[in-house]
């Protein structure tokens, strides 16, 4: 049988998910613009969106937890700053922020009142 996720996790699972195909991409774009400072060589641009791509996707696995999603959040506020490299990557991060921030604060609301409406329908019930 299937565990049951609630909604702020199969959310938050849907917008990490594809983030991490953005990310990934992003750091090609580091790559490819040469941006990084001075004696940094621009591969480290591929490896550190591949880094914060695969962050992402094990973040996924984990949304259960309530550590789940602080860290999904500062994986949000570490792909801001890469928008001081590349300020595309800000705007990826205000949207893919705001899809996140709604995810989770939304969902933990639904699941609040899921929870709520199971409750009062085991206590109508008798159980």
């Known amino acids: ?23 990934f991409l992003g750091g090609l774009a580091i790559y490819g613009l040469k941006v990084l400072p001075a004696g940094i060589e621009p ?7 591949a880094a914060l791509a695969l962050l992402m996707l094990l973040t996924s696995g984990v949304l259960r937890h309530r550590w789940g999603i ?11 700053l ?4 590349v ?5 990826v991060a205000v949207v893919f ?4 921030a709604y995810a989770t ?10 929870a709520r409406l199971m409750s009062e329908a085991n206590t109508s019930n008798g159980d």
């Open 70 to 80: 602080v860290v999904g959040w500062a994986l949000q506020v570490v792909l801001a």
């Open 97 to 100: 922020g705001g899809m996140w």
């Open 1 to 23: 049988m299937r565990r049951h996720r609630g909604a702020a996790e199969s959310l938050g699972q849907i917008v990490l998910a594809f983030e991490s195909i953005i990310v």
């Open 87 to 91: 300020p595309a990557l800000l705007i």
């Open 43 to 49: 591969w480290w641009g591929i490896v550190a969106g």
């Open 105 to 114: 604060i939304k969902g933990a609301s639904l699941d609040r009142r899921n």
């Open 82 to 85: 890469g928008g001081i490299l």
